[in-house]
Nanobody, 117 residues
Framework: QVQLVESGGGLVQAGGSLRLSCATSESIFSFNVMGWYRQAPGKQREWIATITSGGSTNVEDSVKGRFTISRSIAKNTVYLQMDSLKPEDTAVYYC???????????WGQGTQVTVSS
């Protein structure tokens, strides 16, 4: 029922920037939180950033000051602005939402981010 479409991944050099987008099939206010996670090959998926329906944000310590999560209410879209990218940021990035009322998680298909030296 809830669909998430991610875009914006790609290949960049260290120090570069990318902006990831997560377009949803429903209003942002349908969700308790929206967030971004990443997973490198052979490693566990890790949380990197979340934003609540009220607009409160949190980011993981290793990306704090470099990554910014934001939203467009009109476009039903959440963004992850990634600046000063490092090779260790290389991973598949996933968008996740938690629905309101009866909490349930939905995941996007993932988008590859590769940062070269």
């Amino acid at each position: 029922q809830v669909q998430l479409v991610e875009s914006g991944g790609g290949l960049v050099q260290a120090g570069g920037s990318l902006r990831l987008s997560c377009a949803t099939s429903e209003s942002i206010f349908s969700f308790n939180v929206m967030g971004w996670y990443r997973q490198a090959p052979g490693k566990q998926r890790e949380w990197i950033a979340t934003i609540t329906s009220g607009g409160s944000t949190n980011v993981e310590d290793s990306v704090k000051g470099r990554f910014t999560i934001s939203r467009s209410i009109a476009k039903n879209t959440v963004y992850l602005q990634m600046d000063s990218l490092k090779p260790e940021d290389t991973a598949v990035y996933y968008c996740k939402v938690e629905t309101r009322g009866f909490p349930r998680d939905y995941w996007g298909q993932g988008t590859q981010v590769t940062v070269s030296s």
